[in-house]
């Protein structure tokens, strides 16, 4: 393992750093980074290094106080280790981590301090020997989470003796999803065990939806407006009078969602869950402007009047049955679902029988097509969800402890 010294270098994987044993070898003495480390030896970022285990790792998350705090102790082996070489190195082991938003510069985001500032460099760490371990130390310290979920990820960890050798390693840094780690059941992931130390926790977001909602290009035109609905009561919706959009607590849960494709992935979870949802209410967004507002017609307000017999806005009936109207009251214009005018629907889903997609149905609400399932309700649910089929959460981006970059890759709960 390399937290044990083995100089054989990593066999790739996500992660895997630029192997850096023969040029830290070069010259009079050798220098290795002992930690952070690859503490299982595979060669990857994968490595949860926590208070526990005395830091010990490549992944390092922020806790969950407010403010966060980020701890990142630094262990240099030098060698050979004798009273000559540690009396010449003295106050040139040099320890630089790369910056988490302002950290290196004003630090009103993010605040950087080093137990053992390297001289004239604030922002760098020196290494100060240890007998016990025969280590060169330093440790970082980072306060207060950043606003950006970019600003998370691969960082590099850097040290060297000044104008000689030197190692470099890469980490990772993560945001804390939960209050206290637990099994994934429904009785545990609610809102009281989120974390919400955020720049704007104030707001009352966890830090899942705060830095998850940064990945999400969400549909329609904006600037949209969401909010975050906590439990009991909470539910995740499209507030059509309001155009609001509303994210509840369980968007981190597993969840089975309608069509997804291919079945195996699901159910959906974490990120995966959150951005689905996310897409599938700003796409009610998307329709309620570009079907019903770009034409005049408030949908909110006018099925609450239009009633087949009468009422506050009540037109003839064949004034219902023209293009931009909804005579079916499933909330899809009647334009969207004549069947005659299928090839040029943009919303009708490619590669499906039209016999079966077309939504059009004059007398009922769902329509009455095959395979449909009973719990989703209305002709404009049931195209959402067959549009979204493929949606995920964008992992890549997800740096949530736990997620789909901490530990296992592409695995959330780990």
Known sequence: MRCEGNLKPPTGGKGTAEPPYWRAKVGKYRLVIKNPCDANGDGKINDDANAGNNYTGNE?????????????????????????????VQDKVRIR????????????????????????????????????????????????????????????????????VSDKVEIEVFW???????????????????????PNAENGWPNWMFYWLQTVSL???GPHSVEYAPDPAGRTKYDH?????????????????????????NPLEGIDHFTWAAIHESQHHAFYHEWWL???????????????????????????????????G???????????????????????DPAVDCTYDWQNLNSPTPGKLERVYGDEEELNCRMHT?????????????????????????
């Open 60 to 88: 390092f998350t922020y806790t969950p106080d407010s403010p966060g705090v980020l701890t990142i102790p630094v262990r240099v082996e030098i060698t050979p280790d004798t009273p000559e070489v540690r009396a010449e």
């Open 97 to 164: 981590i790369d910056a988490i938003n302002d950290s290196h510069g004003a630090g009103e985001n993010v605040a950087l301090a080093w137990d053992n500032p390297f001289p004239g460099e604030a922002t760098a760490g020196k290494g100060v020997y240890n007998a016990e371990t025969k280590t060169w130390n330093a440790t970082a310290t980072f306060t207060k989470l950043p606003p950006m979920n970019d600003d998370f990820g691969k960082k590099t960890v850097t040290a060297e003796i000044v104008d000689g």
């Open 176 to 198: 804390p999803l939960l209050e206290e780690p637990c099994p994934f059941s429904e009785d545990d992931w609610k809102d009281f065990n989120y974390v919400k130390n955020h």
């Open 219 to 221: 549909l329609g035109p």
């Open 241 to 265: 009078a309001n155009q609001k959009i509303f994210i509840a607590y369980d968007c981190t849960w597993r969840w089975e969602k309608e069509y997804i494709d291919p079945p195996e992935d």
């Open 294 to 328: 770009a034409k005049g017609i408030d949908r909110a307000t006018w099925w609450k009047d239009y009633q087949p017999t009468g009422g506050q806005n009540w037109k003839p009936e064949e004034e219902y049955k023209k293009p931009d109207y909804d005579y079916d």
């Open 330 to 352: 499933d909330f899809i214009p009647n334009r969207v679902e004549y069947k005659q005018s299928i090839k040029e629907n943009p919303w009708v889903f490619t590669g499906h």
């Open 390 to 414: 493929h949606q995920r959460g964008d992992h890549r981006k997800d740096w949530g402890n736990p997620g789909m970059n901490h530990e296992t890759d592409d695995k959330f709960d780990d």
